[in-house]
């Protein structure tokens, strides 16, 4: 709720100094007591009245500003908000997703997707509260990129983790086939698995040249243990 639609009647003693400079400096920068309404509230601390006082100095309207005035969003959130203003995204877009449903770095992924010309329909397959922010970023690139729906969803699957998720994302974006992608999105393999076998099938090894057993074998993995025996195709851990 916002504090200037319900019936308090303000008074000097709620407003602690810092507060009360805020109020000050934006009655000496000539906002218009309507404006100042917006942030002139107890209930928000000197750092969020500064902040809305700021964006409103810097051309935010009565309207869009109103937005910040819900008490429920926090200071990141907010930040996020004004951002996408500033960006021209369009405000009834910003006033749907501008709620206490999607923290900071939701939002940023859901604004991002129409500042990069995302049409809406995309945005909303991926813009629910369900989905973590780096599950939301990974929709988006793909979107952006024109990854196909498939292999999108592919790598958004829950039962992977983030680690997972970034490997099956990263053979897409290098352009494996849908058979390797579904044979690389295996929940068996952990993230350090999925690297190597992703490394393997991006350098034309097919899906039988891997050598699975040996691949078990290794608690550390990362690229400077991969070697290829050219005669058998067969990974090699050193």
């Known amino acids: 709720m916002l504090f200037h ?19 000050k400096k934006a009655k000496n920068h000539g906002l218009s007591n309507k404006k100042i309404m917006l942030f002139m509230n107890p209930n928000f601390d000197s750092y969020t009245m ?15 500003a109103s937005i910040l005035a819900d008490e429920s969003l926090d200071f990141y959130q907010r930040l996020e908000i004004i951002g996408a203003l500033f960006k021209k995204v369009p405000l009834k877009y910003v006033k749907k997703y501008a709620k206490e449903d999607f923290e900071y770095n939701q939002l940023k992924e859901i604004f991002k997707g129409f500042e ?19 599950e939301m970023w990974l929709m988006r690139l793909g979107y952006e990129k024109g990854f196909d729906e498939k292999k999108i969803l592919l790598y ?16 897409v974006k290098h352009g494996l086939s849908l058979k390797n992608l579904k044979f690389l ?13 992703r490394l393997c099938l991006e350098n034309g090894y097919s899906i039988r040249d891997i050598d699975l057993d040996k691949l078990k074998e290794k608690d550390n993995i990362d690229e400077s243990y991969i070697s ?9 851990l050193k």
């Open 116 to 134: 990069h010309g995302l049409s809406k329909e995309k945005i909303e397959k991926y813009a629910k509260q369900e989905f973590y922010y780096y």
């Open 50 to 64: 500064k902040l809305i006082r700021k964006a409103l100095e810097n051309g935010l309207s009565y309207k869009e």
């Open 228 to 236: 290829f025996l050219n005669d058998s195709k067969k990974l090699i």
């Open 5 to 23: 639609e319900r019936n308090d009647i303000l008074n000097i003693k709620d407003f602690n100094k810092e507060q009360l400079s805020q109020i």
């Open 156 to 171: 958004t699957d829950r039962r992977f983790n983030q680690s997972q998720m970034y490997q099956i994302y990263k053979g």
């Open 185 to 197: 999105s295996n929940p068996y393999f952990d993230d350090r698995q999925m690297f190597i076998i």
